[in-house]
């Protein structure tokens, strides 16, 4: 069979799911090519996936001798490096990652969240959510995403604020992106538009919050503007809350990334 063929046949079979069934066949292409760059990154991102880190390093590191990896297969060798306490390797690579205009959109944020496991690395993570807002300026997400690092990295509040009324202002549905410019406010100070950003969150919008600090947040807000209709329904959610909880704003927003193989999509 044509090589060309066998790497889309093993591309067929990873899309699949079948892992092992797609290493047979790039086994047999790697016999007869095995100076196939492509079929040494695609090794990599299949072990990856199987989590032989290790194994997706070598196989990544070999194909960068023979081709210019993706940036779909340049993530992913970053990310093992850190994952197997490569510091300085990993965060190099991410920081010649982050240099590249071919990053696809879908990429960025699950770079910004794998980041935001490595305090030490925020400033990377902060890269990528700029890329990505940079790439598409009209998404909220990217913008929360930015404003959580930068918050992180103690930019001046009015800085933090200036990213979170631009997501407002994009969807101002969004109770996420309220709740956020309402603790930033808070902390520079500025009560009364704390107040007039988060009074605009439905009662049904209220009721979606899953998070007590949230509500406690928010009562507190209303308590100080002296809100009072809004201060006792926010005291009548949070008092269906079980004492145990323990949810926090701390957290980053969620990675909504399915799969950082772009690889197979070229």
């Known amino acids: 069979m044509d090589p060309q063929n066998i790497l889309q046949k093993a591309i067929g079979l990873f899309r699949q799911g079948l892992q092992f069934q797609a290493l047979e066949w790039l086994a047999k292409l790697l016999e007869t090519q095995p100076d196939s760059g492509k079929a040494w990154e695609l090794k990599g991102l299949i072990e990856d996936s199987l989590s032989w880190q290790h194994a997706s390093i070598h196989s990544l590191e070999t194909a960068t001798t023979l081709i210019p990896l993706s940036a779909s297969g340049q993530y992913v060798l970053a990310k093992n490096y850190l994952e197997t306490d490569k510091t300085a390797l990993g965060s190099s690579v991410f920081a010649i990652l982050l240099e590249r205009n071919d990053i696809p959109d879908r990429l960025l944020p699950a770079i910004a969240a794998f980041l935001s496991r490595f305090p030490n690395l925020t400033y990377l993570a902060l890269s ?3 890329k990505a807002v940079e790439q598409n300026p009209e998404s909220g997400d990217s913008l929360l995403s930015m404003a959580y690092f930068m918050e992180k990295l103690r930019y001046p509040y009015q800085q933090i604020a200036g990213i979170l009324r631009k997501a407002v202002s994009l969807d101002p ?3 996420h992106y309220r709740i956020a410019l309402s603790n930033v406010l808070m902390q520079a100070g500025q009560l009364n538009e704390a107040w007039k950003t988060v009074r605009e969150i439905s009662q049904n919008q209220l009721q979606q919050i899953q998070c007590s600090n949230c509500l406690k947040k928010l009562i507190h807000i209303f308590t100080e503007a002296e809100d009072h209709s809004r201060r006792d329904y926010c005291l009548s959610l949070l008092s269906q809350w079980p004492s145990t909880d323990t949810s926090s704003t701390s957290s980053p927003p969620p990675d909504r ?10």
């Open 173 to 175: 549905d969004n109770r």
């Open 257 to 266: 990334i399915s799969s950082p193989y772009n690889f197979l999509n070229r």
């Open 128 to 130: 990528a959510s700029r």
